[in-house]
């Protein structure tokens, strides 16, 4: 049973955080802009599988006692929370897809030759150790990766390389990419129901054109942030906050309605 985090009142909102092999302390920032209007939940991830991840999803829905989910993922989260939304669409109310991983590895080496070229430009060294390179890698994801040593990288906690590795293999193996090799979540997302809102930094290391086929095969929206990253509720924390508030009030406001439109049908209202 994997470890929650709760904060404030209202709506639940569940929170999957990014890596993989990172903590949930990387979110907590989102706790602090939702609190006020829901119940905002995070969790540590106790399996780095991802198919175990998905059940842990529904094993956090079970224990908040919740027969949807409102989820905020972020990154790599963004996998799980689709799979998730896919596997079991309908116990899924609103889903935020935070600046996701890629949909296909085809895309992921546009993100390390960026991240390459970022580092040389701003005179980084190689990192030696697994905690420095995931630490200059969340910089250099940033919009301010020019001037990285001045932005504070997000809290990474204890930056797990085996869980990582562990975790990109159970991908590879769950959604196998078209060629035989990598991974390909394009067939997966596909049967999501809710239309997702995907937000997407236009300085992020993360090839644009993914987030525009998450968007597309989804039917979900697009939301840029120009001043940000792959962090935007760090680089546009007040933009953020409106943007997914609207949206999971929007879902909770249709939701009501429908509800609404249920009962006058059932005892007969404008008959």
């Not at 040593?149 to 159970?170: L, Y």
């Amino acid at each position: 049973m994997p470890r929650l985090f709760i904060e404030g009142r209202g709506p639940v909102v569940l929170l999957i955080h990014g890596g993989p092999g990172l903590g949930s302390e990387t979110v907590r920032p989102i706790s602090t802009l939702l609190r006020k209007r829901h119940t905002v939940v995070r969790y540590e991830r106790e399996c780095a599988e991802m198919g175990s991840s998905v059940i842990e999803v529904e094993m956090a829905r079970r224990r908040l006692g919740v027969r949807r989910l409102s989820i905020i993922a972020h990154s790599w989260g963004a996998g799980i929370a689709s799979l998730y939304a896919a596997t079991h669409p309908s116990r899924v109310h609103s889903l935020v897809l935070a600046h996701p991983l890629e949909i296909s590895s085809e895309f992921c080496a546009y993100a390390e030759r960026k991240l390459e070229i970022r580092r040389i430009l701003t005179g980084y060294p190689r990192p030696r150790r697994d905690i420095e390179a995931c630490s200059l890698e969340l910089r250099l994801a940033t919009a301010q990766w020019a001037s990285g040593r001045n932005f504070p990288a997000p809290s990474v906690g204890d930056c797990n390389p085996r869980a990582a590795q562990a975790a990109w293999a159970s991908l590879e193996k769950l959604c196998p990419g078209q060629n035989g090799s990598g991974y390909d979540l394009s067939t997966a997302v596909q049967k999501i129901r809710c239309r997702p809102l995907i937000l997407s930094g236009d300085h992020d290391v993360i090839d644009s054109r993914s987030d525009a086929d998450f968007a597309r095969l989804t039917g979900g929206r697009l939301i840029h942030f120009r001043k940000s990253g792959h962090w935007s509720f760090l680089e546009e924390p007040s933009k953020f906050q409106s943007v997914v508030l609207a949206a999971v009030a929007e879902r909770f406001q249709k939701q009501a309605i429908a509800v609404g439109a249920k009962s006058d049908q059932a005892i007969g209202v404008g008959a």
